[in-house]
T-cell receptor, first 112, second 111 residues
Framework: DAGVIQSPRHEVTEMGQEVTLRCKPISGHDYLFWYRQTMMRGLELLIYFNNNVPIDDSGMPEDRFSAKMPNASFSTLKIQPSEPRDSAVYFC??????????FGSGTQLSVL | DAKTTQPPSMDCAEGRAANLPCNHSTISGNEYVYWYRQIHSQGPQYIIHGLKNNETNEMASLIITEDRKSSTLILPHATLRDTAVYYCIVKYVHNNNDMRFGAGTRLTVKP
């Protein structure tokens, strides 16, 4: 298996623009997690899914952020409109029965 | 989930054992101890986890005290590539399936 695949690897956008981050989890995994990492706040859990259903989205910063998982092999994290304070590395992770998490390489987002 | 306390940073000489401590004095009986590490600019990587007994795999050993209030991750022969931030997490498997990371310990392996 290729592991958790995230795209794009880097994203530079201007304030106010819509940003969509994508994640393909490992086949057969039933949990999917979205994290955000900044120097100030460290690694924060934003939302996680179990069998494509959002379980806990209490970490989502505000209504500008939304996440979907239309099927077992794909998830998106959308920011609309984006702001400079959203600049961070966004990680996706998947796991089987919430045991060990496997992380993707992350998306480096810069909002100018 | 129980909170954990880790030293912010540690150094280790290359080839020596690295012993990373973690305090989790409020851990409950059904909470597991997990260790992950994050090498610069990469996603975190699972290392090992355990409940009560000591565990060993190809990467490391996990020693959990009898009262389970603390644990130690041991990298038996540290290499420069082990330089990373190491996170200790306690997680209740059945009712709380999230994984929240603290600040971790920044381990620097020196030649």
């Amino acid at each position: 298996d290729a592991g958790v695949i995230q795209s794009p690897r880097h994203e530079v956008t201007e304030m106010g623009q819509e940003v969509t981050l994508r994640c393909k989890p490992i086949s057969g995994h039933d949990y999917l997690f979205w994290y955000r990492q900044t120097m100030m706040r460290g690694l924060e859990l934003l939302i996680y899914f179990n069998n494509n259903v959002p379980i806990d989205d209490s970490g989502m910063p505000e209504d500008r952020f939304s996440a979907k998982m239309p099927n077992a092999s794909f998830s998106t994290l959308k920011i609309q409109p984006s702001e400079p304070r959203d600049s961070a590395v966004y990680f996706c992770a998947s796991s089987f029965t919430s045991e060990k998490l496997f992380f993707g390489s992350g998306t480096q987002l810069s909002v100018l | 989930d129980a909170k954990t306390t880790q030293p912010p940073s540690m150094d280790c000489a290359e080839g020596r054992a690295a012993n990373l401590p973690c305090n989790h004095s409020t851990i409950s009986g059904n909470e597991y101890v997990y260790w992950y590490r994050q090498i610069h600019s990469q996603g975190p990587q699972y290392i090992i986890h355990g409940l009560k007994n000591n565990e060993t795999n190809e990467m490391a050993s996990l020693i959990i005290t009898e009262d389970r209030k603390s644990s130690t991750l041991i990298l038996p022969h540290a290499t420069l590539r082990d330089t990373a931030v190491y996170y200790c997490i306690v997680k209740y498997v059945h009712n709380n399936n999230d994984m929240r990371f603290g600040a971790g310990t920044r381990l620097t392996v020196k030649p």
